[in-house]
């Protein structure tokens, strides 16, 4: 907040800019504006955009509806089946996603990258497992599945078991 100029100090206290213009030095950030849109999300919507945002930039929708179905991690919202499309529209409409002709992307890599900054690490770390485990599914590459599966692995919650099974994706 500071960094970017949405705090201000005033007189004796801190408050938010009364508008983008406050700062006649600066012009607003394109990352202010969709960092505020996608703040407005619903959770649910969020976690469908961060994984979206880790898969990449540009994804089918058939990818989209995987990576937005339900899982077991109570950590990670996830959203059902018919609420996906909608959740899909709720981000094309706030300028995260743009449609193509064979799926969704995001219109700039500078939001995809907004998206994964905004993460806390388990939610993207979260997003990564679920990512890998779609991979396996599509039987991609095991580099790449190894890929997410590592920055999905949690060394805090670790145990030595578990890194010798990350030790053998490699």
């Given at each position: 907040w500071l960094d970017r100029?949405?705090?201000v100090?005033?007189?004796?206290?801190?408050?938010a800019r009364r508008n983008l213009r406050d700062d006649v030095h600066r012009e607003p950030d394109i990352r202010d504006l969709f960092?505020?849109?996608?703040?407005?999300?619903?959770?649910?919507?969020?976690?469908?955009?961060?994984r979206l945002a880790v898969l990449g930039f540009e994804l089918t929708l058939a990818d989209a509806r995987t990576l937005?179905?339900?899982?077991?991690?109570?950590s990670a919202p996830a959203i059902g089946p018919t609420e996906v499309d909608a959740a899909?529209?709720?981000?094309?409409?706030?300028?995260?996603?743009?449609?193509?002709?064979?799926?969704?992307?995001?219109?700039?890599?500078?939001?995809?990258?907004?998206?994964?900054?905004s993460a806390e690490p388990e939610q993207r770390r979260n997003a990564h497992g679920r990512v890998a485990d779609l991979l396996g599914l599509r039987e991609a590459p095991a580099a790449q599945i190894a890929?997410?599966?590592?920055?999905?692995?949690?060394e805090e919650l670790a145990k030595p078991a578990d890194f010798d099974l990350l030790s053998r994706l490699h």
């Open positions: 100029g949405l705090l100090h005033g007189e004796s206290t801190w408050r960092g505020f849109r996608l703040a407005g999300a619903e959770d649910e919507v969020r976690t469908l955009a961060l937005g179905a339900r899982d077991s991690l109570k899909l529209d709720d981000l094309v409409e706030r300028g995260i996603l743009s449609r193509t002709e064979h799926g969704i992307r995001f219109p700039h890599d500078s939001i995809r990258e907004l998206v994964l900054e890929y997410h599966r590592d920055l999905a692995f949690n």
